[in-house]
């Protein structure tokens, strides 16, 4: 079946580097992809989010690419910070027959930010 | 305003017991969409609820899995003779309108049963 997938399950860093969280999906249709931040005994937490239409959007410190030839998208955090460390969590956001919207989660990168 | 407020956020249970896990959305809220987290994986969609009605339940199990969202108080999932393979993290999202998922869906703290 369809499914969100990611390329690394852990991920270490430095204080200070730059971190980049690949995800690769399967479905060509799909238009709608968010990122998701994780902290432990947490709920997911919106970080940013991506249309089809684009291939990069900006945040706060954070950049989201996407590669639609090669059905690939990726996070990348400036300057990552010891708050950053978390589980992060790309997904495919499709609509429900009837309404709604339902998410479809990969695996999840764990990021391990080092002093 | 508060958010999305799972309860309990723990639940131990014995196998062949039943478990209820509570969801307020957040206020103003009509939507309601469960989740559930097994140990190291990405969450997975269970079901999405409008209020008194159930839109898509495609990823509930066909058994022993039953949620409801009445038109006063909490959504519920409603788990029957749990097993152990129940044992996870359960999320709620709730949004103000259908379609809409991107920054208006707002997960809560999620409700961690365990089996035993």
């Known amino acids: 079946g369809e499914s969100v997938g990611l390329h690394l399950p852990t991920l270490s860093v430095q204080e200070g580097d730059n971190s980049i969280i690949n995800c690769a999906y399967s479905n060509s249709a799909s238009d709608y992809f968010i990122w998701y931040k994780q902290e432990s005994g947490k709920g997911p937490q919106f970080i940013i989010d991506i249309r089809s239409n684009m291939d990069k959007r900006q945040g706060q410190r954070v950049t989201v690419l996407l590669n639609k030839t090669v059905k690939h998208l990726s996070l990348q955090i400036a300057a990552t910070q010891p708050g950053d460390s978390a589980v992060y969590f790309c997904a495919e956001n499709s609509e429900i027959t009837g309404g709604g919207n339902k998410l479809t989660f990969g695996t999840g990168t764990q990021l391990k930010v080092e002093l | 305003n508060a958010g999305v407020m799972q309860n309990p956020r723990h639940l131990v249970r014995r196998r062949g017991q039943e478990a209820r896990l509570r969801c307020s959305p957040m206020?103003?809220?009509?939507?309601v969409y469960w989740y559930r987290q097994l140990p190291e994986e990405g969450l997975k969609f269970m079901v999405y609820?409008?209020?008194?009605?159930?839109?898509?339940e495609s990823g509930m199990p066909k058994e022993r899995f039953s949620a409801e969202f009445p038109k006063e108080g909490p959504s519920i999932l409603r788990i029957q003779q749990v097993v152990r393979g129940d044992s996870a993290a359960y999320f709620c999202a709730s949004s103000p309108l259908q379609g809409i998922m991107n920054t208006e869906a707002f997960f809560g703290q999620g409700t961690r049963l365990t089996v035993v």
């Open positions: 609820l409008q209020k008194e009605n159930i839109i898509d």
């Open positions: 206020k103003g809220h009509s939507h």
